[in-house]
């Protein structure tokens, strides 16, 4: 089993986004410190200067360094002799592309959340502006960080199933059942078309679903038909969407998402069905890959064990039968970001085995975001992406 092994000091991050009380932010911070590759050293966790000193204060940011404007804080990092390396983006969705353009065009490595944008012509926008620039653009679509889906890859990759068939992909949640509380401050930009943009639990979960089925099985989608529905009065935008998948190659899939199922947390979960054998993961359940070979019996792959190959132990970090989970999935990405942002420094190859979801996976779930609404628009025609 071998682990992230870093020798030359951490990273120096910074991060706009993710002040007090904004979850996502505390998770990054936690997986970008969880390897030692990385070490918070600038922020502007908020707009508000008032906020912005209270957050940077409650992290531990020296006080020279906390910032309540990124555009700020990306001139005046970029001429700091120790100023940031890499920036992560955890704001709300519509402010991803004005954000990380500041940071890439000064050569800022840029690590942010998903969706890419919030719509598809600033997603464009974005890998235009990451194409000319001089750094890299780490998407975190951090379920791709488990061992076990790494594992699922690449059994599917040397044919251990066959040729695929079926795809069955889902993510349901129940928290947006109701019309959130006034001060729920998670809920109110995320179903606020202006900044979460034209999808709501397409954009927020379903681009998790759908990444997750393309970076396992790695066959692009042809077309598909979705059929959206917003079951809370009242709300702009999409909390439940059913849409059907057709894949280069014939397969056929059908993909999931809600945040209206009542009972359900954050049940991702896919299964994969070729012409030898199938698969079945889920991520509340993370350290289990259940195989069934075509007429045979079900055999249970757990993490770190004798059945677990290179890709998935790679990304393991302690024996068999200690549970892994949501922040260890989600720092991988974070040291496989950091991996890859050594090697950039020296122009030397990625290490092998090395993956991360890029900026062009990161347009690509922003047009299914994009396909869904048109299709659903016109009853659940099928559509291109």
Same mark, same amino acid.
């Given at each position: ?8 000091? @951490? ?53 020279? +360094?906390?910032?309540?404007? =990124? ?20 704001? @709300?969705? $519509?402010? $991803? ?9 000064? /050569? ?32 975190? !679509? ?15 990759? +040397? ?20 019309? @959130? ?11 606020? @078309?202006?900044?979460? #943009? ?9 681009? $998790? ?32 969407? !059913? ?5 280069? /190659? ?23 069905? /070729? ?51 949501? =922040? ?15 090697? !950039? ?7 092998? #085995? ?10 690509? #779930? ?7 609404? +048109? ?11």
């Amino acid at each position: 089993m071998s682990r992230f092994v870093d020798r030359s000091g @951490p990273i120096r991050l910074g991060m706009v986004g993710g002040g007090q009380g904004a979850l996502i932010g505390a998770v990054h911070r936690v997986a970008a410190r969880l390897d030692g590759s990385f070490q918070l050293v600038a922020g502007a966790l908020s707009s508000t200067p008032e906020k912005a000193r209270a957050s940077g204060d409650e992290v531990g940011l020296p006080g020279d +360094r906390i910032y309540s404007d =990124f555009t700020e804080m990306a001139k005046r990092e970029a001429r700091l002799k120790d100023g940031i390396e890499a920036v992560a983006i955890v704001t @709300p969705n $519509h402010m $991803h592309l004005p954000v990380a353009r500041e940071f890439l065009k000064r /050569g800022i490595h840029v690590i942010c959340d998903k969706p890419l944008t919030g719509t598809l012509a600033d997603a464009r926008k974005l890998q235009k502006a990451a194409a000319s620039a001089d750094a890299l653009f780490v998407l975190t !679509h951090n379920y791709t960080g488990y061992p076990l889906v790494r594992e699922a890859k690449e059994r599917i990759a +040397r044919g251990d199933l066959g040729d695929i068939r079926l795809v069955q992909v889902e993510y349901a949640q129940d928290w947006l059942g109701e019309v @959130p509380d006034p001060g729920n401050k998670q809920a109110d930009w995320r179903t606020d @078309p202006a900044r979460s #943009g034209v999808g709501g639990a397409t954009g927020d979960i379903g681009t $998790h679903a759908f990444n997750l089925a393309r970076f396992v099985i790695d066959l692009r989608v042809d077309a598909l038909a979705a059929d959206l529905q917003s079951f809370v009065p009242g709300r702009a935008l999409d909390d439940n969407a !059913h849409v059907m998948l057709r894949f280069q /190659g014939g397969a056929r899939g059908m993909l999931w998402c809600s945040q209206v199922a009542a009972g359900m947390e954050n049940a991702l979960r896919l299964r994969v069905f /070729g012409t030898k054998a199938g698969l079945e993961w889920g991520q509340e359940n993370p350290n289990e890959l259940r195989v069934t070979p075509l007429g045979g019996s079900t055999t249970v792959i757990t993490r770190a064990s004798a059945a677990t190959g290179g890709a998935a132990n790679r990304v393991s970090r302690i024996p068999a039968g200690h549970p892994e989970g949501f =922040f260890e999935a989600f720092a991988n990405l974070y040291s496989e970001a950091a991996l890859a942002i050594r090697a !950039h420094r020296t122009g030397a190859a990625l290490p092998e #085995g090395v993956t991360y979801p890029t900026i062009d996976d990161g347009v690509e #779930g922003v047009a299914f975001v994009d396909a869904c609404v +048109r299709s659903s628009k016109r009853d659940a025609a099928w559509v291109t992406l």
